[in-house]
C-alpha cells in the first residue's frame, strides 16, 4: 500500500514548506500539489528522486512502501487461500498466491508462510513437481532477504522437506547436516534465568513449551522407528508400548490428536503390511475415535497441565490456526483408508464398519 499523499503533506507540514513552494521546487502548479495530497493523483515517477531527495527520504519512504506484511495480515491470507483451497480449483487459487509472493517479493515472512501453504496444498494438483519448484525458488529468496536466524531455520527445514519430496536424500542431508547435535539446553538456561528474576511464570511457560514440542517429537517419530524396526519385534512391542504411555499420560489424544493419528494410521499401515489384523484393527479404531471425537474443531491449544502454553502458541507464525481447511483435512482422512497397503482387506466388515463410522462422525465437516 503506497501512503505518498499523508507523505507529502506531513513532511511538508513538518519542514514549514508551503505548497507554492514544493510546487516551485518540482516545476508543477500549486494545484498539483494540492491533488497529491488529497490522493487525487500521483507524482510523476521522474518527480519521485527530486521530491524525495528533497525532504530527505529515500523513495521507498516517500511511497509509503510496506516492503512486509504484518504476521496477522499474513495468517489472514493464509486462512482465505486455505479455505479456497477446499472450494475451488487448485490452478485458479494458485495464480492468485503466485500473484501475491510476486506482490511481495521481498517480504521473507510472506514468502515463508506461502511455501509452508504450497507445501500443505500441492497434492491437489497433478501438477505437483512443478509447484515443489516453485516453492524452492521462494525459500531460496528468502535466504537473500532475511537475516533472521530462525527464519533461516525454517525456510533450511522446508527445503530439506521439499527435497525429500522430490526424492532427493542426498540434498535433505546436505541441508541437514549438523542437526544431530547434543541438545543445548538453552530452555531450561532461560526458565533459570526467569526464576533469578522471580517472574515463576515466564519460568514455567519457557519449561511448558520445551516439554511439550519434545513431547511431539517424541510420538512424532515413533511411525518412522516403527517401521525401521518392523523385523524386530521386541523392538517393535516396546515402541508401542512407550509411545502409548506417553499418549496416554499426557492425555495426548485431546491435547495434539493430530499426531496421535499419524501414530495410530503409521501403526496400521504396518500391520497391514504384515498381515498382522488384530492389530491393524486396533489403531484404526483409535484412529477413527480420535478422528471423531476429538479432532475438530482444528486449533492448537494446552491444558490443565500446560496452562501457560496457549500465549506462546498464538505468537506462532500462524498462531492457533490449521495448516488446511477442515473440508481438505475430512477428506485427507478418507484417504488414509484408500492406500493401497489397506486393498486387500476393503471387503472386510471391519473395515466398513470403521468407514461408516467415520462418515457418520465427520457428518457436517465442510
Request: charged share 20%; with cysteine.
Given at each position: 500500500?503506497?501512503?505518498?499523499?499523508?507523505?507529502?503533506?506531513?513532511?511538508?507540514?513538518?519542514?514549514?514548506?508551503?505548497?507554492?513552494?514544493?510546487?516551485?521546487?518540482?516545476?508543477?502548479?500549486?494545484?498539483?500539489?494540492?491533488?497529491?495530497?488529497?490522493?487525487?493523483?500521483?507524482?510523476?515517477?521522474?518527480?519521485?528522486?527530486?521530491?524525495?531527495?528533497?525532504?530527505?527520504?529515500?523513495?521507498?519512504?516517500?511511497?509509503?512502501?510496506?516492503?512486509?506484511?504484518?504476521?496477522?495480515?499474513?495468517?489472514?491470507?493464509?486462512?482465505?487461500?486455505?479455505k479456497r483451497f477446499a472450494h475451488e480449483p487448485?490452478?485458479?487459487?494458485?495464480?492468485?498466491?503466485?500473484?501475491?509472493?510476486?506482490?511481495?517479493?521481498?517480504?521473507?515472512?510472506?514468502?515463508?508462510?506461502?511455501?509452508?501453504?504450497?507445501?500443505n496444498h500441492f497434492i491437489l494438483t497433478e501438477?505437483?513437481?512443478?509447484?515443489?519448484?516453485?516453492?524452492?525458488?521462494?525459500?531460496?529468496?528468502?535466504?537473500?532477504?532475511?537475516?533472521?536466524?530462525?527464519?533461516?531455520?525454517?525456510?533450511?527445514?522446508?527445503?530439506?522437506?521439499?527435497?525429500?519430496?522430490?526424492?532427493?536424500?542426498?540434498?535433505?542431508?546436505?541441508?541437514?547436516?549438523?542437526?544431530?547435535?547434543?541438545?543445548?539446553?538453552?530452555?531450561?538456561?532461560?526458565?533459570?534465568?526467569?526464576?533469578?528474576?522471580?517472574?515463576?511464570?515466564?519460568?514455567?511457560?519457557?519449561?511448558?513449551?520445551?516439554?511439550?514440542?519434545?513431547?511431539?517429537?517424541?510420538?512424532?517419530?515413533?511411525?518412522?522407528?516403527?517401521?525401521?524396526?518392523?523385523?524386530?519385534?521386541?523392538?517393535?512391542?516396546?515402541?508401542?508400548?512407550?509411545?502409548?504411555?506417553?499418549?496416554?499420560?499426557?492425555?495426548?489424544?485431546?491435547?495434539?490428536?493430530?499426531?496421535?493419528?499419524?501414530?495410530?494410521?503409521?501403526?496400521?499401515?504396518?500391520?497391514?503390511?504384515?498381515?498382522?489384523?488384530?492389530?491393524?484393527?486396533?489403531?484404526?479404531?483409535?484412529?477413527?475415535?480420535?478422528?471423531?471425537?476429538?479432532?475438530?474443531?482444528?486449533?492448537?491449544?494446552?491444558?490443565?497441565?500446560?496452562?501457560?502454553?496457549?500465549?506462546?502458541?498464538?505468537?506462532?507464525?500462524?498462531?492457533?490456526?490449521?495448516?488446511?481447511?477442515?473440508?481438505?483435512?475430512?477428506?485427507?482422512?478418507?484417504?488414509?483408508?484408500?492406500?493401497?497397503?489397506?486393498?486387500?482387506?476393503?471387503?472386510?466388515?471391519?473395515?466398513?464398519?470403521?468407514?461408516?463410522?467415520?462418515?457418520?462422525?465427520?457428518?457436517?465437516?465442510?
Amino acid at each position: 500500500m503506497l501512503h505518498i499523499s499523508t507523505i507529502i503533506h506531513r513532511e511538508r507540514q513538518k519542514h514549514g514548506i508551503t505548497q507554492e513552494t514544493l510546487a516551485a521546487h518540482c516545476q508543477v502548479s500549486k494545484a498539483s500539489v494540492s491533488k497529491w495530497e488529497k490522493g487525487l493523483s500521483y507524482p510523476d515517477i521522474t518527480l519521485l528522486p527530486k521530491i524525495a531527495a528533497y525532504f530527505n527520504l529515500t523513495v521507498d519512504e516517500l511511497l509509503g512502501y510496506e516492503q512486509t506484511l504484518s504476521k496477522q495480515a499474513i495468517q489472514t491470507l493464509y486462512i482465505g487461500y486455505s479455505k479456497r483451497f477446499a472450494h475451488e480449483p487448485f490452478a485458479d487459487v494458485y495464480q492468485d498466491v503466485l500473484e501475491e509472493v510476486r506482490h511481495g517479493y521481498r517480504d521473507a515472512g510472506l514468502l515463508l508462510q506461502m511455501s509452508v501453504l504450497m507445501l500443505n496444498h500441492f497434492i491437489l494438483t497433478e501438477n505437483g513437481p512443478a509447484v515443489l519448484t516453485t516453492i524452492n525458488t521462494w525459500l531460496d529468496r528468502i535466504r537473500t532477504l532475511s537475516e533472521d536466524v530462525w527464519v533461516l531455520r525454517q525456510a533450511n527445514s522446508l527445503q530439506a522437506t521439499v527435497a525429500s519430496m522430490q526424492g532427493d536424500p542426498e540434498t535433505t542431508l546436505r541441508l541437514l547436516d549438523g542437526v544431530i547435535r547434543p541438545s543445548i539446553g538453552d530452555e531450561a538456561l532461560l526458565a533459570t534465568a526467569y526464576e533469578q528474576l522471580g517472574q515463576t511464570d515466564e519460568a514455567m511457560r519457557a519449561l511448558q513449551v520445551m516439554m511439550y514440542q519434545n513431547l511431539l517429537q517424541l510420538v512424532g517419530a515413533a511411525p518412522l522407528y516403527l517401521r525401521l524396526s518392523a523385523d524386530d519385534p521386541t523392538v517393535s512391542a516396546e515402541t508401542l508400548r512407550r509411545t502409548e504411555g506417553l499418549i496416554g499420560l499426557y492425555d495426548l489424544e485431546k491435547l495434539h490428536p493430530n499426531v496421535c493419528l499419524q501414530f495410530y494410521a503409521g501403526t496400521a499401515q504396518l500391520a497391514a503390511i504384515h498381515g498382522d489384523r488384530p492389530q491393524m484393527y486396533a489403531y484404526l479404531s483409535k484412529f477413527v475415535r480420535v478422528c471423531t471425537k476429538y479432532l475438530f474443531p482444528i486449533d492448537l491449544h494446552g491444558d490443565t497441565y500446560f496452562n501457560r502454553l496457549d500465549s506462546w502458541l498464538e505468537e506462532l507464525d500462524l498462531g492457533t490456526n490449521a495448516l488446511r481447511s477442515d473440508r481438505l483435512v475430512k477428506q485427507s482422512l478418507f484417504e488414509i483408508f484408500d492406500a493401497p497397503f489397506f486393498a486387500p482387506y476393503r471387503d472386510d466388515e471391519e473395515m466398513k464398519d470403521l468407514l461408516t463410522e467415520l462418515r457418520f462422525g465427520l457428518e457436517g465437516i465442510q
